[in-house]
Protein backbone atom coordinates (compact mmCIF):
# COMPACT_ATOMS: atom_id res chain seq x y z
CA UNK A 1 0.00 0.00 0.00
CA UNK A 2 2.80 2.48 1.06
CA UNK A 3 4.22 3.05 -2.39
CA UNK A 4 1.33 2.39 -4.29
CA UNK A 5 -0.43 5.31 -6.49
CA UNK A 6 -3.70 6.34 -5.04
CA UNK A 7 -6.58 4.13 -5.52
CA UNK A 8 -8.84 7.08 -5.81
CA UNK A 9 -9.61 9.23 -8.65
CA UNK A 10 -8.05 13.13 -8.03
CA UNK A 11 -9.63 15.75 -9.41
CA UNK A 12 -7.19 16.81 -12.55
CA UNK A 13 -9.40 19.63 -14.10
CA UNK A 14 -6.84 22.14 -13.89
CA UNK A 15 -5.56 23.19 -17.57
CA UNK A 16 -2.08 23.43 -18.25
CA UNK A 17 -2.32 27.34 -18.82
CA UNK A 18 -4.71 27.56 -15.92
CA UNK A 19 -3.01 30.39 -13.66
CA UNK A 20 -1.39 29.17 -10.48
CA UNK A 21 -0.36 31.09 -7.45
CA UNK A 22 1.59 30.29 -5.31
CA UNK A 23 3.07 32.44 -2.01
CA UNK A 24 6.29 32.03 0.20
CA UNK A 25 7.89 31.20 -3.39
CA UNK A 26 11.28 32.44 -2.42
CA UNK A 27 11.18 30.15 0.72
CA UNK A 28 12.42 26.62 0.73
CA UNK A 29 8.45 24.21 0.01
CA UNK A 30 6.47 26.60 -2.57
CA UNK A 31 9.81 27.53 -3.89
CA UNK A 32 9.73 23.24 -4.35
CA UNK A 33 6.24 23.76 -5.24
CA UNK A 34 6.85 26.06 -8.15
CA UNK A 35 9.53 23.94 -9.97
CA UNK A 36 6.96 20.81 -9.66
CA UNK A 37 4.01 22.65 -11.36
CA UNK A 38 6.84 24.02 -13.76
CA UNK A 39 8.27 20.54 -14.44
CA UNK A 40 4.24 18.86 -14.41
CA UNK A 41 3.81 22.11 -17.66
CA UNK A 42 2.05 24.49 -16.19
CA UNK A 43 3.21 28.10 -18.25
CA UNK A 44 0.92 29.88 -16.25
CA UNK A 45 2.51 30.21 -12.27
CA UNK A 46 2.79 32.97 -10.14
CA UNK A 47 5.28 32.96 -7.47
CA UNK A 48 4.97 35.78 -4.56
CA UNK A 49 6.78 36.05 -1.86
CA UNK A 50 8.12 39.69 0.37
CA UNK A 51 11.39 39.05 0.11
CA UNK A 52 13.54 41.15 -3.00
CA UNK A 53 13.71 38.78 -5.75
CA UNK A 54 17.56 38.53 -5.47
CA UNK A 55 16.82 37.17 -2.12
CA UNK A 56 14.52 34.31 -3.46
CA UNK A 57 16.22 30.74 -2.56
CA UNK A 58 15.02 29.48 -6.10
CA UNK A 59 14.14 31.42 -9.51
CA UNK A 60 11.84 29.04 -11.54
CA UNK A 61 12.34 29.75 -15.78
CA UNK A 62 8.98 31.04 -16.97
CA UNK A 63 7.44 31.95 -14.03
CA UNK A 64 5.79 35.29 -12.95
CA UNK A 65 7.87 36.44 -9.73
CA UNK A 66 6.29 38.99 -7.97
CA UNK A 67 7.67 40.85 -4.79
CA UNK A 68 4.44 41.25 -2.19
CA UNK A 69 3.75 41.21 1.44
CA UNK A 70 0.30 39.35 1.46
CA UNK A 71 -0.53 40.39 5.14
CA UNK A 72 -1.66 43.62 3.52
CA UNK A 73 -5.07 43.39 2.07
CA UNK A 74 -4.13 45.24 -1.35
CA UNK A 75 -1.64 42.91 -2.21
CA UNK A 76 -3.49 39.65 -1.15
CA UNK A 77 -5.75 41.22 -3.81
CA UNK A 78 -3.12 41.75 -6.15
CA UNK A 79 -1.97 38.34 -6.29
CA UNK A 80 -4.84 36.35 -6.56
CA UNK A 81 -5.97 37.96 -9.99
CA UNK A 82 -7.34 36.01 -12.26
CA UNK A 83 -6.17 32.34 -10.24
CA UNK A 84 -7.66 29.02 -10.60
CA UNK A 85 -5.67 27.43 -8.09
CA UNK A 86 -4.32 28.95 -5.07
CA UNK A 87 -1.29 27.58 -2.74
CA UNK A 88 -0.83 29.75 0.33
CA UNK A 89 2.64 28.68 2.00
CA UNK A 90 3.02 32.29 3.01
CA UNK A 91 4.39 32.44 6.64
CA UNK A 92 7.06 33.76 8.86
CA UNK A 93 7.92 30.86 10.56
CA UNK A 94 11.45 28.81 11.03
CA UNK A 95 12.82 25.91 13.39
CA UNK A 96 12.27 25.62 17.55
CA UNK A 97 14.99 28.43 17.77
CA UNK A 98 12.61 30.95 15.66
CA UNK A 99 9.31 29.66 16.51
CA UNK A 100 9.93 29.68 20.18
CA UNK A 101 11.37 32.94 20.50
CA UNK A 102 9.19 34.81 18.50
CA UNK A 103 6.08 34.07 18.70
CA UNK A 104 4.39 37.58 17.58
CA UNK A 105 5.89 36.91 14.56
CA UNK A 106 4.44 33.59 14.20
CA UNK A 107 0.64 34.99 15.57
CA UNK A 108 0.78 37.62 13.07
CA UNK A 109 0.77 35.67 9.85
CA UNK A 110 -2.53 35.13 10.71
CA UNK A 111 -3.11 38.31 8.63
CA UNK A 112 -1.60 36.55 5.57
CA UNK A 113 -4.47 33.44 5.68
CA UNK A 114 -6.79 35.77 6.51
CA UNK A 115 -6.45 37.98 3.59
CA UNK A 116 -5.67 35.17 0.87
CA UNK A 117 -8.52 33.29 1.33
CA UNK A 118 -10.94 36.27 1.62
CA UNK A 119 -9.44 37.52 -1.88
CA UNK A 120 -9.21 33.98 -3.61
CA UNK A 121 -12.71 33.17 -3.13
CA UNK A 122 -13.24 37.11 -3.99
CA UNK A 123 -11.55 36.88 -7.08
CA UNK A 124 -13.32 32.81 -7.83
CA UNK A 125 -10.51 30.63 -7.69
CA UNK A 126 -11.18 27.09 -7.90
CA UNK A 127 -9.36 25.59 -5.04
CA UNK A 128 -7.52 27.16 -2.20
CA UNK A 129 -4.41 25.30 -0.05
CA UNK A 130 -3.83 26.06 2.86
CA UNK A 131 0.10 25.07 4.48
CA UNK A 132 -0.93 24.03 8.43
CA UNK A 133 1.44 22.31 10.59
CA UNK A 134 1.76 19.63 13.28
CA UNK A 135 2.05 22.34 16.03
CA UNK A 136 -1.61 23.00 15.86
CA UNK A 137 -2.22 19.86 17.62
CA UNK A 138 -2.49 19.53 21.02
CA UNK A 139 1.16 19.75 23.35
CA UNK A 140 -0.15 17.57 26.02
CA UNK A 141 -0.33 14.49 23.89
CA UNK A 142 3.42 15.36 22.78
CA UNK A 143 5.16 14.67 26.10
CA UNK A 144 6.91 11.75 25.58
CA UNK A 145 9.89 11.02 23.47
CA UNK A 146 7.74 7.31 22.95
CA UNK A 147 4.85 9.28 21.10
CA UNK A 148 1.77 7.72 19.72
CA UNK A 149 1.75 9.21 16.57
CA UNK A 150 -0.67 11.79 16.08
CA UNK A 151 -3.85 11.42 14.11
CA UNK A 152 -6.00 14.50 12.67
CA UNK A 153 -8.54 14.17 15.49
CA UNK A 154 -5.92 14.99 17.77
CA UNK A 155 -6.15 19.16 17.51
CA UNK A 156 -8.90 19.14 19.42
CA UNK A 157 -9.35 19.48 22.13
CA UNK A 158 -7.22 22.67 21.40
CA UNK A 159 -4.30 22.79 22.95
CA UNK A 160 -1.75 24.00 20.60
CA UNK A 161 1.83 25.43 20.55
CA UNK A 162 1.99 28.57 21.93
CA UNK A 163 2.35 31.68 18.90
CA UNK A 164 2.93 29.28 15.38
CA UNK A 165 0.62 26.56 16.74
CA UNK A 166 -2.97 28.45 17.48
CA UNK A 167 -2.06 30.79 14.39
CA UNK A 168 -2.01 27.29 12.08
CA UNK A 169 -5.38 26.30 13.89
CA UNK A 170 -7.16 29.37 13.66
CA UNK A 171 -5.93 29.54 10.10
CA UNK A 172 -7.62 26.63 9.28
CA UNK A 173 -10.96 27.10 10.84
CA UNK A 174 -11.18 29.71 8.53
CA UNK A 175 -10.46 27.68 5.65
CA UNK A 176 -12.98 25.33 7.13
CA UNK A 177 -15.51 28.03 7.32
CA UNK A 178 -14.96 29.35 3.59
CA UNK A 179 -16.40 26.13 2.72
CA UNK A 180 -19.32 25.24 5.47
CA UNK A 181 -20.50 28.95 4.86
CA UNK A 182 -19.33 30.20 1.35
CA UNK A 183 -18.80 26.74 -0.55
CA UNK A 184 -15.30 27.97 -1.46
CA UNK A 185 -13.04 25.01 -1.60
CA UNK A 186 -10.24 24.76 0.46
CA UNK A 187 -7.89 22.15 1.20
CA UNK A 188 -5.24 21.53 4.45
CA UNK A 189 -2.17 19.78 5.12
CA UNK A 190 -0.24 19.52 8.36
CA UNK A 191 3.16 19.27 7.61
CA UNK A 192 5.34 17.29 9.56
CA UNK A 193 9.12 18.75 9.66
CA UNK A 194 10.14 19.08 5.99
CA UNK A 195 13.73 18.87 5.15
CA UNK A 196 16.01 18.61 1.62
CA UNK A 197 18.43 20.66 -0.22
CA UNK A 198 17.35 24.09 -0.84
CA UNK A 199 15.78 24.94 2.79
CA UNK A 200 17.32 27.19 5.38
CA UNK A 201 20.62 25.60 6.89
CA UNK A 202 21.79 28.44 9.04
CA UNK A 203 20.77 31.71 10.45
CA UNK A 204 18.75 30.72 12.98
CA UNK A 205 15.51 29.38 10.98
CA UNK A 206 16.74 26.36 10.33
CA UNK A 207 14.87 23.15 11.42
CA UNK A 208 16.81 19.49 13.09
CA UNK A 209 18.21 18.16 9.80
CA UNK A 210 19.99 21.11 7.99
CA UNK A 211 21.10 22.51 11.48
CA UNK A 212 22.87 19.19 12.33
CA UNK A 213 24.41 18.63 9.32
CA UNK A 214 25.80 22.16 9.40
CA UNK A 215 27.31 21.43 12.79
CA UNK A 216 29.08 18.20 11.35
CA UNK A 217 30.37 19.97 8.43
CA UNK A 218 31.79 23.06 10.73
CA UNK A 219 33.32 20.63 12.82
CA UNK A 220 35.02 18.72 10.09
CA UNK A 221 36.28 21.91 8.79
CA UNK A 222 37.37 23.01 12.21
CA UNK A 223 38.86 20.32 13.23
CA UNK A 224 37.02 20.58 16.35
CA UNK A 225 35.48 17.21 17.32
CA UNK A 226 32.75 18.45 19.21
CA UNK A 227 29.08 18.82 18.92
CA UNK A 228 26.61 20.81 20.40
CA UNK A 229 23.20 19.31 20.75
CA UNK A 230 19.74 21.40 21.78
CA UNK A 231 18.12 19.55 24.64
CA UNK A 232 18.99 16.29 25.53
CA UNK A 233 19.27 14.43 22.13
CA UNK A 234 15.91 12.02 23.40
CA UNK A 235 13.45 14.07 21.73
CA UNK A 236 11.58 12.35 18.56
CA UNK A 237 10.46 13.84 15.50
CA UNK A 238 9.49 12.40 12.20
CA UNK A 239 10.83 14.37 8.67
CA UNK A 240 9.65 14.79 5.21
CA UNK A 241 11.82 14.75 2.32
CA UNK A 242 11.04 17.86 -0.06
CA UNK A 243 10.29 15.68 -3.46
CA UNK A 244 7.68 13.74 -0.42
CA UNK A 245 6.00 17.03 0.46
CA UNK A 246 5.01 18.70 -2.58
CA UNK A 247 3.94 15.45 -4.41
CA UNK A 248 1.52 15.36 -1.20
CA UNK A 249 0.60 19.08 -1.49
CA UNK A 250 -0.69 17.86 -5.03
CA UNK A 251 -2.41 15.31 -4.36
CA UNK A 252 -4.37 16.73 -1.31
CA UNK A 253 -5.52 19.64 -3.33
CA UNK A 254 -6.88 17.63 -6.04
CA UNK A 255 -9.13 14.79 -3.82
CA UNK A 256 -12.40 15.91 -3.56
CA UNK A 257 -12.36 13.47 -0.02
CA UNK A 258 -10.41 16.56 1.59
CA UNK A 259 -12.26 19.21 0.88
CA UNK A 260 -11.67 21.18 4.20
CA UNK A 261 -10.59 18.63 6.00
CA UNK A 262 -7.05 18.93 7.60
CA UNK A 263 -4.57 15.85 6.77
CA UNK A 264 -1.48 14.90 8.02
CA UNK A 265 1.29 15.23 5.59
CA UNK A 266 4.24 13.96 7.23
CA UNK A 267 6.51 10.74 7.49
CA UNK A 268 5.97 8.59 10.02
CA UNK A 269 9.34 7.35 11.05
CA UNK A 270 10.66 8.49 14.02
CA UNK A 271 13.96 9.42 15.12
CA UNK A 272 15.79 10.66 17.79
CA UNK A 273 17.71 13.75 17.73
CA UNK A 274 20.61 11.74 18.95
CA UNK A 275 20.01 9.12 15.84
CA UNK A 276 19.87 11.87 13.57
CA UNK A 277 23.62 12.90 15.15
CA UNK A 278 24.68 9.85 14.14
CA UNK A 279 23.12 9.41 10.48
CA UNK A 280 25.02 13.06 10.15
CA UNK A 281 28.17 11.75 11.32
CA UNK A 282 28.29 8.81 9.55
CA UNK A 283 27.13 10.35 5.80
CA UNK A 284 30.18 12.91 6.93
CA UNK A 285 32.68 10.11 7.64
CA UNK A 286 33.53 11.82 11.49
CA UNK A 287 32.85 10.75 15.08
CA UNK A 288 31.91 13.82 17.53
CA UNK A 289 32.31 14.41 21.17
CA UNK A 290 28.45 15.48 21.79
CA UNK A 291 27.54 18.14 24.35
CA UNK A 292 23.91 18.81 25.22
CA UNK A 293 22.70 22.66 25.82
CA UNK A 294 19.67 21.52 28.64
CA UNK A 295 18.62 25.60 28.10
CA UNK A 296 18.01 25.43 24.31
CA UNK A 297 15.14 25.51 22.89
CA UNK A 298 13.88 21.87 22.27
CA UNK A 299 9.86 21.96 22.00
CA UNK A 300 7.71 18.84 22.63
CA UNK A 301 9.50 15.65 24.03
CA UNK A 302 8.04 13.44 20.66
CA UNK A 303 6.25 13.93 17.87
CA UNK A 304 4.98 12.16 15.01
CA UNK A 305 2.44 11.29 12.11
CA UNK A 306 0.06 9.05 11.85
CA UNK A 307 -0.72 7.98 8.33
CA UNK A 308 -3.87 6.34 8.92
CA UNK A 309 -6.26 8.64 7.10
CA UNK A 310 -3.58 9.66 3.98
CA UNK A 311 -3.05 5.91 3.25
CA UNK A 312 -7.37 5.41 3.51
CA UNK A 313 -7.51 8.54 1.17
CA UNK A 314 -4.88 8.42 -1.13
CA UNK A 315 -3.54 5.54 -0.89
CA UNK A 316 0.04 7.04 -0.44
CA UNK A 317 1.87 8.21 2.67
CA UNK A 318 5.29 10.04 2.07
CA UNK A 319 8.32 7.15 1.85
CA UNK A 320 11.34 8.59 0.95
CA UNK A 321 13.69 6.73 4.03
CA UNK A 322 14.85 9.57 6.07
CA UNK A 323 19.03 7.77 5.68
CA UNK A 324 18.63 8.61 2.10
CA UNK A 325 17.00 11.91 2.05
CA UNK A 326 19.79 13.29 5.25
CA UNK A 327 22.43 12.51 2.61
CA UNK A 328 21.04 14.20 -0.41
CA UNK A 329 20.66 17.50 2.44
CA UNK A 330 23.78 16.69 3.74
CA UNK A 331 26.06 17.16 0.45
CA UNK A 332 23.82 19.91 -0.70
CA UNK A 333 25.01 21.86 2.51
CA UNK A 334 28.39 20.97 1.93
CA UNK A 335 28.50 22.58 -0.96
CA UNK A 336 26.50 25.66 0.37
CA UNK A 337 29.24 25.78 3.16
CA UNK A 338 32.36 25.15 0.64
CA UNK A 339 30.85 28.06 -1.87
CA UNK A 340 29.82 30.69 1.36
CA UNK A 341 34.36 30.31 1.98
CA UNK A 342 35.14 31.16 -1.23
CA UNK A 343 32.59 34.07 -1.63
CA UNK A 344 29.85 32.46 -3.65
CA UNK A 345 26.64 33.73 -2.88
CA UNK A 346 24.21 30.53 -0.97
CA UNK A 347 20.76 30.32 -0.51
CA UNK A 348 21.60 31.79 3.32
CA UNK A 349 22.90 34.95 1.40
CA UNK A 350 19.38 35.38 0.00
CA UNK A 351 17.44 34.41 3.63
P1 LIG B 1 10.24 29.39 4.44
O1 LIG B 1 10.53 30.36 5.55
O2 LIG B 1 11.40 28.84 3.69
O3 LIG B 1 9.23 30.06 3.38
C1 LIG B 1 8.19 30.91 3.76
C2 LIG B 1 8.26 32.12 2.85
O4 LIG B 1 7.14 32.97 3.12
C3 LIG B 1 9.50 32.97 3.08
O5 LIG B 1 10.26 33.06 1.88
C4 LIG B 1 8.96 34.32 3.51
O6 LIG B 1 9.71 35.41 3.01
C5 LIG B 1 7.57 34.28 2.93
N1 LIG B 1 6.67 35.21 3.60
C6 LIG B 1 6.54 35.41 4.94
N2 LIG B 1 5.62 36.35 5.18
C7 LIG B 1 5.16 36.76 3.97
C8 LIG B 1 4.21 37.73 3.57
N3 LIG B 1 3.56 38.47 4.47
N4 LIG B 1 3.98 37.91 2.26
C9 LIG B 1 4.65 37.18 1.32
N5 LIG B 1 5.59 36.24 1.65
C10 LIG B 1 5.82 36.05 2.96
O7 LIG B 1 9.36 28.25 5.09
P2 LIG B 1 8.94 26.81 4.52
O8 LIG B 1 9.66 25.80 5.32
O9 LIG B 1 9.07 26.80 3.06
O10 LIG B 1 7.40 26.78 4.96
C11 LIG B 1 6.34 26.99 4.03
C12 LIG B 1 5.01 26.80 4.73
O11 LIG B 1 4.94 25.48 5.29
C13 LIG B 1 4.77 27.76 5.90
O12 LIG B 1 3.40 28.10 5.94
C14 LIG B 1 5.11 26.93 7.11
O13 LIG B 1 4.46 27.39 8.27
C15 LIG B 1 4.62 25.56 6.67
N6 LIG B 1 5.28 24.47 7.40
C16 LIG B 1 6.60 24.20 7.17
C17 LIG B 1 7.21 23.16 7.86
C18 LIG B 1 8.67 22.81 7.64
O14 LIG B 1 9.14 21.84 8.23
N7 LIG B 1 9.40 23.53 6.83
C19 LIG B 1 6.47 22.41 8.79
C20 LIG B 1 5.14 22.72 9.00
C21 LIG B 1 4.55 23.73 8.28
Redesign the pocket.
Known amino acids: MNNAEPVITLNRDTKKDDLIVI??????????LTRYFHNQGFTRIRA????PLPN??QHVPGVENLC?????KE?AIRAVEGAVEVY????????MGFIERFRIECLR?I??NTHMVEAAYRAGAKRYF??????AYNVTLQQDPHVRALKESDAYPAMAERG?GWE?LMSEMFCQEYWAERKFETHIA??????GPL??WDGG?E?APAAICRKVIEAKEAGKHEIVIWGDGTQTRSF?YIDDCVKGIDMIMHCDKLIATPINLGSNELIAINDLVSMAEEIGGIKLERKYDLGAPRGVAGRNSDNTFIKQVLGWEPNIQFRQGLAKTYVWIEQQYADRKVGKHTVEDH?
Do not use: P, Q
Not at 23 to 32: C, W
Not at 68 to 72: F, G, R, T
Open positions: TGAGGFIAGAIDKKWYLDVSENNLAADMGGSLIFSSSACYKRFHNVYGTRKMA
